[in-house]
């Protein structure tokens, strides 16, 4: 981990109570790397939207899931050029069909035409069955200024194993 500059690791279960003290960890090491407040700031409410993700959308599982479907996990590294915020968990193959279309159109934007999707999403009103918009997402790209790199691992004929890797440029 050392070697790969990861900062905090993290797999288990996500809970709400859990995201609070990953964020002040995370808060606290910027503090002492001496990071700009811009790239603090940035940083951090990247970090909040990715976990928020996490807690809110994960697909839970029934009992009769393999072990482990209901486990993520996420690990944030920086290297001199760039942070780098990772997540995976599990989703159903159909939210996954959904997912991977609406983050390929999220990347086949320009920055002026991402703001503008991302009001639109905001103005129309419609939530996801999680409660969401899909703002998250929408906010990470423009935040970072960088495409979604993610993917999709088929599991089985249920289940995928989502991955998403946010490059957050100093």
Same mark, same amino acid.
């Given at each position: 981990m050392e070697r790969d500059n990861i900062m905090l690791s993290f797999k288990g279960n996500v809970t709400s109570e859990l995201l609070t003290p990953?964020?002040? %960890?995370m808060e606290s090491k910027m503090e002492k790397l001496n990071?700009?407040? =811009?790239?603090?700031?940035?940083?951090?409410n990247i970090l909040v939207e990715a976990l928020q993700n996490l807690y809110h959308h994960l697909d839970k599982q029934p009992d009769t899931a393999p072990q482990g479907h209901n486990t993520v996990i996420f690990?944030?590294?920086?290297?001199?050029?760039?942070?780098?915020?990772?997540?995976?968990?599990?989703?159903?193959?159909?939210?996954?069909g959904k997912?991977?279309?609406?983050i390929?159109? %999220?990347?086949?934007?320009?920055?002026?035409?991402?703001?503008?999707?991302? =009001?639109e999403v905001l103005n129309n009103g419609m939530m996801s069955d999680k409660g969401g918009g899909g703002l998250g997402m929408i906010d990470i790209a423009r935040k970072s200024g960088q495409r979604l790199d993610f993917d999709f691992q088929r599991v089985d004929e249920k289940f995928s194993f989502y991955s998403l890797n946010i490059n957050i440029p100093q």
């Open positions: 990953v964020l002040q %960890i990071e700009p407040s =811009k790239i603090k700031k940035k940083v951090y690990m944030i590294g920086k290297t001199e050029e760039a942070y780098s915020i990772f997540t995976g968990n599990y989703i159903s193959n159909e939210n996954a997912l991977k279309n609406r390929e159109k %999220i990347n086949s934007l320009e920055p002026d035409e991402l703001k503008a999707y991302y =009001k």
